[in-house]
Nanobody, 131 residues
Framework: QVQLVESGGGAVQAGGSLRLSCAAS????????MGWFRQAPGKEREGVAA????????YYGDSVKGRFTISHDKAKNTVYLQMNSLKPEDTAMYYC????????????????????????WGQGTQVTVSS
């Protein structure tokens, strides 16, 4: 049974940093796509960042490029989201997701970007950024 457990959320002031963690268990394949999504009240769930764990290729949403970094620790089967220069608009529930699906672009494998492409989800961790 696949299980994703997030941690690391909290409340910070604008300009601060947080690191989210997502520990995955139950996957028998070494290559998966894992992503972070977020959802603020009244808004649709949006893709923040994603990574193909076997290749390291990544995707970032436009609003977080240059501020957030996704990484994967193969030994721990844990994905991290380092969030720097946080803004009040980053306030949301952050969800970890995983899927065995990858996409192939012209240059190699890339992770899916849409929530519906992911099959497994964590419970979420709240991030609140105050101004």
């Amino acid at each position: 049974q696949v299980q994703l457990v997030e941690s690391g959320g909290g409340a910070v002031q604008a300009g601060g940093s947080l690191r989210l963690s997502c520990a995955a268990s139950g996957y028998t394949f070494s290559t998966t796509s894992m992503g972070w999504f977020r959802q603020a009240p009244g808004k649709e769930r949006e893709g923040v960042a994603a990574i193909v764990t076997g290749y390291g290729s990544t995707y970032y949403g436009d609003s977080v490029k240059g501020r957030f970094t996704i990484s994967h620790d193969k030994a721990k089967n844990t994905v991290y989201l380092q969030m720097n220069s946080l803004k009040p608009e980053d306030t949301a529930m952050y969800y970890c997701a995983a899927t065995l699906t990858t996409r192939f672009s012209g240059t190699g494998y890339v992770p899916p970007r849409r929530p519906y492409e992911y099959t497994d989800w964590g419970q979420g961790t709240q991030v609140t950024v105050s101004s």
